[in-house]
Nanobody, 120 residues
Framework: QVQLVESGGGLVQAGGSLRLSCAASGSFFSINAMGWYRQAPGKQRELVAT???????NYADSVKGRFTISRDNAKNTVYLQMNSLKPEDTAVYYC??????????????WGQGTQVTVSS
């Protein structure tokens, strides 16, 4: 079993900052990619940022230069530092990991989501 515990969401004014954390625990051999996705009301879930085990990062164009993804492999934790937040960043943010598990196969697992609300 795998568990993801997300934290750090909340309410912030436009221009402010938040830092999301997602800690993974459970039965897996290793964690490959880790990432953050978001879903605003009435919209599809979209990629925000991902980071590989080799620290290669990928960002949505809408957050480039404002958000930074990082990971601490010793803690199996991924972070999302969000600066210069805009009202359009308001969404539920989900953590996702791709881990090597049973039979050494790759599996995806999603967190429960954390609400980020940016007021204008």
């Amino acid at each position: 079993q795998v568990q993801l515990v997300e934290s750090g969401g909340g309410l912030v004014q436009a221009g402010g900052s938040l830092r999301l954390s997602c800690a993974a625990s459970g039965s897996f051999f290793s964690i490959n990619a880790m990432g953050w996705y978001r879903q605003a009301p009435g919209k599809q879930r979209e990629l925000v940022a991902t980071i590989t085990s080799g620290d290669t990062t990928n960002y949505a164009d809408s957050v480039k230069g404002r958000f930074t993804i990082s990971r601490d492999n010793a803690k199996n934790t991924v972070y999302l530092q969000m600066n210069s937040l805009k009202p359009e960043d308001t969404a539920v943010y989900y953590c996702k990991i791709t881990y090597k598990g049973r039979l050494h196969l790759d599996y995806d697992y999603w967190g429960q989501g954390t609400q980020v609300t940016v007021s204008s």
